[in-house]
């Protein structure tokens, strides 16, 4: 990453890699979105259209295609879970080489496979906070007052062009502890939500003894896998969040789209197995979330 341009590839154009490719793009570098052919020919003739209280309503011209074709600086992997298997087919290895593979993905699970499927690249963990949603393809509603990523890696100048762009980046040392403090606040946001189909303020209002017992043993899980996380700090985040805020997973229940309960709660369920903590109040809204959209884990 010597040239102040960046090539930077998006795999899944939706809420969160539509925002960050839109950014890019209005910030003079080259965006190279990757999704299905109808997708692509919609991105390639009109853009990525934003609508954002943060950084207004605007149109980026972006490349579209529907598998990567040539080598660029950055991929971000920004398709759901559910999605990761069959997505990362229009990625092929020897393309992406020995470049920066950033997943913004939940649950700790992807890590493992996409450095297994890209062993020259660099894959960095990643996390992202933002309340982003596409309505449409190529349209992108950004509702959160903030787009705030995170990145385990000391990936210095290009958190920088990132910055430039209007993204908020923090670099960290632990990759570990970064991913368990996030998971740590969206495993019982997306579980409680979801199961009850209600916005934040009312679970950390009407069943805020639910929340804290749920809290308590999630936290418990993260301690075990080396992350100082405690339930008093998830809580704050709890009490800081817009009332109407509601969960991704939440959203993908009302749309009858696949839930990414294993990325989610599987994945406190497993660490907690793994770790000897019980998880027995995850484990009840896991599978009461499953049956009411009758999915499997």
Request: charged share 20%; aromatic share 4%; proline share 5%.
């Amino acid at each position: 990453m010597t040239t102040t341009t960046l090539t930077v590839a998006i795999l899944g154009p939706g809420g969160v890699g539509g925002l960050i490719g839109a950014l890019l793009a209005r910030d003079g570098h080259r965006v190279i979105c990757l999704a299905g052919e109808e997708t692509a020919a919609v991105l390639s003739r009109d853009g990525l259209r934003i609508e954002s209280t943060q950084y207004g309503n605007f149109t980026a011209a972006v490349e579209a295609d529907t598998h990567l074709r040539e080598s660029v600086d950055a991929v971000f992997v920004t398709v759901k879970q559910t999605a990761l298997e069959q997505a990362l087919d229009r990625v092929p290895a020897p393309v992406v080489g020995d470049g920066v593979v950033v997943p913004l993905l939940n649950g700790l699970d992807h890590l493992a496979v996409l450095r297994e499927r890209y062993p020259a690249a660099r894959v960095v963990a990643g996390t992202i906070k933002v309340e982003a949603t596409r309505t449409s393809p190529g349209r992108i509603v950004h509702g959160s007052p903030f787009t705030n990523l995170e990145l385990a890696a000391p990936l210095d100048e290009f958190a920088n062009r990132l910055r430039h762009a209007g993204l908020g980046v923090a670099l960290r040392t632990d990759e570990t502890v970064m991913l368990w403090d996030k998971l740590a606040f969206l495993a019982p946001f997306a579980l409680l939500t979801t199961r009850y189909q209600t916005v934040v303020g009312t679970v950390r209002g009407e069943r805020r003894p639910e929340l804290l017992a749920l809290l308590d043993e999630i936290t418990a899980v993260a301690r075990a896998a080396g992350a100082p996380v405690t339930t008093e700090t998830v809580l704050r985040l709890f009490d800081r969040a817009p009332a109407a805020m509601k969960s991704s997973m939440q959203r993908d229940a009302e749309a009858g789209r696949p839930l990414e309960l294993g990325a989610i709660g599987g994945t406190v369920l497993r660490a907690g197995a793994a770790h000897g903590v019980q998880t027995p109040i995850t484990a009840r809204l896991v599978a009461e979330v499953a049956r009411a959209v009758d999915q499997e884990l």
